[in-house]
């Protein structure tokens, strides 16, 4: 069974930079849309960006919007988070997923296969 696996969460000061990346373990899989969710104490989980796997089109959530950025090496079968300028509110457990063709890429619920989450921390 193929999973994803996050790596490069970590502490750091409000406005600094952090760079997170998704892989896959086990065989490489094709998938339409890899997206980044976060979810913090105490919230539910929440959409933060995607991208489609084959154009590198990108949608970002409008709180991360001109900070964070989205990329993926085809060859590597790795998609990262660029997180600039942050802000002790992007404190939370970050997680990668992927999904197919059908559904709307801003639901949690339309991703089937999933990392097990990166902690990020921003102290202030």
């Known amino acids: 069974q193929v999973q994803l696996v996050e790596s490069g969460g970590g502490l750091v000061q409000v406005g600094g930079s952090l760079r997170l990346s998704c892989t896959t373990s086990?065989?490489?899989?094709?998938?339409?849309?890899w997206g980044w969710f976060r979810q913090a104490p105490g919230k539910e989980r929440e959409f933060v960006g995607r991208i489609n796997w084959t154009t590198g089109n990108t949608n970002y959530a409008d709180s991360v919007k001109g900070r964070f950025t989205i990329s993926r090496d085809n060859a590597k079968n790795t998609m990262y988070l660029r997180m600039n300028s942050l802000k002790p509110e992007d404190t939370a457990v970050y997680y990668c997923?992927?999904?197919?063709?059908?559904?709307?890429?801003?639901?949690?619920?339309?991703?089937?296969?999933w990392g097990q989450g990166t902690q990020v921390t921003v102290s202030s």
């Open positions: 086990g065989r490489t899989f094709s998938r339409y849309t």
């Open positions: 997923a992927a999904k197919g063709i059908s559904g709307d890429y801003y639901y949690a619920s339309n991703y089937d296969t």
